[in-house]
């Protein structure tokens, strides 16, 4: 049974920065392509970024490129979001996910391409 258990969030400052972990638990962490979305209130989740299995490869959707990075750690089956200059728009649930089939990579900004999520974290930036 894989879990993923996210930690971090909370309210933050407009221009401040938060980071996030998911914790992945039951299954070989370095086996997952890891993503993180989100969703805010009345919109559909999307993409915000992904890592490759090494970490080496990391991908952003535009709206937070430059701002957020992720990382992670295959020792401690973590994976982190980093995020820096908040706006209030980045204010939504974040999830994090993991894929384990070959196409995760190639379809990394669709959530179908996930097999497991986090329950969500919330994070709200404030004007």
């Known amino acids: 049974q894989v879990q993923l258990v996210e930690s971090g969030g909370g309210l933050v400052q407009a221009g401040g920065s938060s980071r996030l972990a998911c914790a992945v638990s039951?299954?070989?962490?370095?086996?997952?392509?890891m993503g993180w979305f989100r969703q805010a209130p009345g919109k559909e989740r999307e993409f915000a970024g992904a890592?490759?299995?090494?970490?080496?490869?990391?991908y952003y959707a535009d709206s937070v490129k430059g701002r957020f990075a992720i990382s992670r750690d295959n020792a401690r089956n973590t994976v982190y979001l980093v995020m820096n200059n908040l706006k209030p728009e980045d204010t939504a649930v974040y999830y994090c996910?993991?894929?384990?089939?070959?196409?995760?990579?190639?379809?990394?900004?669709?959530?179908?391409?996930?097999?497991?999520w986090g329950q969500g974290t919330q994070v709200t930036v404030s004007s």
């Open positions: 039951g299954s070989t962490f370095s086996s997952y392509v």
């Open positions: 996910a993991a894929g384990g089939a070959e196409s995760t990579w190639s379809r990394r900004s669709r959530a179908y391409a996930y097999d497991y």
């Open positions: 890592i490759s299995r090494s970490g080496g490869t990391t």
